[in-house]
């Protein structure tokens, strides 16, 4: 089992930066793929970005250049910075990863960006 631990979420000003954090409670070295989404209220959870064990990365369209996702297998943790928020980023943001056969979220931790 994995247990995933969101923090670094608040409220910033449009143009601002945040860097999330994810805390994993075992060694993410074999873990392949670790992502984040974000939910919005009344909208589904959306794949934000993703990074493989190797360091390949993916990212949705409206985060690219402005998100960078990446992993530290020493600290077990995955991180989310994210530079020149926008209100559209606004959304309960979510780790998640598959090990074994399973898949396993965090409890979310919520961004919101207004002025």
């Known amino acids: 089992q994995v247990q995933l631990v969101e923090s670094g979420g608040g409220l910033v000003q449009p143009g601002g930066s945040l860097k999330l954090s994810c805390a994993a409670s075992?060694?993410?070295?074999?873990?392949?793929?670790m992502d984040w989404y974000r939910q919005a209220p009344g909208t589904e959870r959306e794949l934000v970005a993703r990074?493989?064990?190797?360091?390949?990365?993916y990212y949705e369209d409206s985060v690219k250049g402005r998100f960078t996702i990446s992993r530290d297998n020493a600290k077990n943790t995955l991180y989310l910075q994210m530079n020149s928020l926008k209100p559209e980023d606004t959304a309960v943001y979510y780790c998640?990863?598959?090990?074994?056969?399973?898949?396993?979220w965090g409890q979310g931790t919520q961004v919101t960006v207004s002025s």
């Open positions: 990074t493989s064990r190797g360091g390949v990365t």
């Open positions: 075992r060694s993410i070295f074999n873990i392949g793929t």
């Open positions: 998640h990863c598959g090990y074994g056969s399973s898949e396993y």
